[in-house]
């Protein structure tokens, strides 16, 4: 339990603090974790304390005032109150202390201006807060209540996670977790052993344009206007980098957008005037084949610290590489058939649970993740790029404000791995236009225009493979009749595997 020593005077709230000045820690009366050796936690701003304090402490407990809601746990009045519309949560925020910190909680507030944007779009100016945006509230209109008599971790506990320092999680990787690190790789060295491996080269892309020309100021000045795609929203990129310098959010808004080729008018490729080239290294990419019927393939992606990517694998099977052009993020990464601590996948991977935030997992299974053989872990700086091969789990955050530039592909050695997702995962299948009705279908229409060759041995590979499972599975279930008496679906004959070929380690029990 998160436990923190009480302030050190009544009123050593910092924003009290910061107006008189005092200063060794920027106004934050620093919050130990005592129960463990985890990172420092500054004040919370309203005082919201975590609720192992209110066992020292000896004063009210502005809970007590709630009336009837008191019967209900913190957890049940956050979710309760997602339901409430703006003017409610407000109001209700009045009535006393314990409500003003609940009803003030800034995720509540994100939600209600998202749903606000998306019924009609208008224009703001970003305040800081979620909250002072959608009520356009200046820093003086904002109500400063003293909440130190609040006890509660569903409310103390997020403003944990954005405060947490990331260095405390990503210093110190152990050598054998070390992504492994070029300055180059030539095509037929990724080909032969570097597909199936994470790595960062450090020279590829420094002769980028971009990289000498883009910096959140210069874009700042080239595109204010052009909106972008940020999670839910399209800001002008003005709005955008106000917020990125002004937030608190734990899991801040991140800015990833796959038209920006065309709203930047720039030019991709190794022709006069571009602005970035695909990296030679990586070789073909066969989703060319697919020309404009190919899925979502890259993507523009900025955010301020702590913004990032939750465990995920990347659609369709495919392959990516991620290119750092200002900023540093840190990647932790898992081979395909690992059960990462704190991620749990549906039976049929179509879903993915795990902590709703990056801080979330650092502070939980981050320890025990790092202790897996299989863990890889590193930190790819401006002008490097990192390589994610298919079907590997990853988990990003950005240690600083950034710019990066991401593209999804497919190399030879993945075919099999893409055209067996393509047609055993046709429900996870994504990114392809609405009018691209049969993906599966169109990939080996095309791969057999284009290269029959190489679509025959990718075929090959897979019936290989299933012919492999297969017999593991008669190993594992014996050839008696026993087993099938008790799981007749999976009896040796007449039962497909499918292809199966992107996770078979979790497909047989
Ligand atoms: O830069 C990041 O946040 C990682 C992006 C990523 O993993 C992805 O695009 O699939
Ligand atoms: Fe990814």
Partial sequence: MLLSQEPRREGDLPFEANTNGNSATNGHAIYHDVA????????????????????????????????????????????????????????????????????????????????????????????????????????????????????????????????????????NIPARNQISRFADLTYDEFASSWSDRPFILTECIRAWPVFQKWTLDTLLKTYADVEFRAEAVDWPFSTYYQYMFNNHDESPLYLFDRKFVEKMGIIVGKEDGAAYWKPDCFGPDLFEFLGAERPAHRWLIIGPERSGSTFHKDPNGTSAWNAVIQGAKYWIMFPPSTAVPGVYVSKDSSEVTSPLSIAEWLLEFHAEARKLPECLEGICNAGEILHVPSGWWHLVVNLGSGIALTQNFVPESHLPEVISFLKDRADQVSGFRRDVNDPYQLFIDRLQEHDPMLLAGALQELERKQERKKRTWDMVVGSNGGEEEEHPEKKSTGFSFGFGFGDDDEEIP
């Fill in 36 to 171: 463990s050796d985890g990172p420092a936690v500054p004040l919370h701003p309203l005082g919201i304390k975590p609720l192992g304090n209110l066992y020292l402490a000896s004063g009210p407990n502005a809970r007590n005032s709630i009336g009837i809601f008191q019967a209900l746990p913190d957890e049940t009045l956050a979710v309760l109150l997602e339901y409430f519309d703006q003017r409610t949560v407000r109001q209700l925020g009045y009535t006393c202390k314990f409500l003003f910190a609940l009803c003030s909680s800034d995720d509540v507030w994100k939600g209600l201006f998202l749903e606000a944007q998306s019924e009609s779009k208008f224009s703001f100016s970003w305040r800081g807060t979620w909250r002072s945006t959608l009520l356009n509230l200046k820093e003086e209109q904002v109500a400063k209540v003293d909440c130190n008599n609040v006890f509660s971790d569903v409310l103390h506990r997020p403003f944990v996670c954005s405060n947490i320092s990331l260095g405390h999680f990503t210093s």
